[in-house]
């Protein structure tokens, strides 16, 4: 079992540089909130697989909270744009 959390590990992070990589290198801002997003549901992921991992249930009100505000920062965020010149 060891392994299939080590795969997974290593997939999240894979993830997480390729996100980073795509956050920093987008032309707007909403590929960046795009990219941030996406970083934060992976954080979400990584706490799942960590929970999973360690049987350890107590992380579990912390994924549904970071879940909540990812979702209000994401529309928010959105919602209150400016447009980008290009």
Request: hydrophobic content about 55%; some cysteine; charged content about 15%.
């Amino acid at each position: 079992m060891n392994v299939v959390w080590a795969v997974s590990g290593v997939m999240l992070l894979t993830a997480v540089l390729l996100t980073l990589y795509r956050s920093l290198r987008g032309p707007t801002t909403l590929d960046r909130l795009v990219g941030i997003d996406t970083l934060i549901a992976l954080t979400i992921c990584g706490l799942a697989i960590w929970v999973a991992a360690t049987y350890d249930t107590t992380i579990v009100p912390g994924i549904v909270a970071l879940s909540l505000v990812s979702f209000i920062g994401t529309v928010s965020v959105a919602r209150f744009r400016v447009r980008d010149d290009e």
